[in-house]
């Protein structure tokens, strides 16, 4: 039986090591929307790393993402910074993509 990333009963596979949150955070970083929208995925889908990653880190390492703004598209898509992404509803991971491909391609303030 395969058990959930953030499952309670596993104490020891609910810790982020520096390493996986650099490469995680380096993958958006360098990949841009694409490679957020893959860690997203990763972390619904059985990545126990992409799934401890915080959505306001990840949100925080997209190019030309600041704090305010990637505060503010938090804000707008109800996701707390703090959240792990693999704690995140399928709504709210579709909003979150909504903003961040709606960032990207207009360059500007996350859509109203």
């Known amino acids: ?3 959930h990333p953030l499952d309670p009963q ?3 596979r609910a810790a982020l090591t520096a390493h996986e949150e650099s490469v ?3 993958r958006i970083a360098v990949e ?3 490679g957020f929208f893959r860690v997203l995925w990763e972390g619904a889908h059985g990545s126990r790393a992409a799934a401890l990653l915080h959505a306001g880190a990840a949100v925080r390492a ?3 993402m600041g704090a305010l703004r990637g505060q503010e598209l938090l804000a707008r898509a109800h996701v707390p910074a703090e959240q ?3 704690a995140l ?3 709210q991971r579709a909003e979150l993509c909504r903003l961040v491909s ?3 391609v207009a360059g500007q303030r996350p859509p109203r």
């Open 102 to 104: 709606a960032v990207s």
């Open 32 to 34: 841009g929307p694409s």
């Open 1 to 3: 039986m395969e058990t």
């Open 89 to 91: 509803e399928a709504a």
């Open 10 to 12: 596993e104490p020891e």
């Open 84 to 86: 792990p992404i693999g």
């Open 62 to 64: 997209l190019p030309d």
């Open 24 to 26: 995680l955070l380096g």
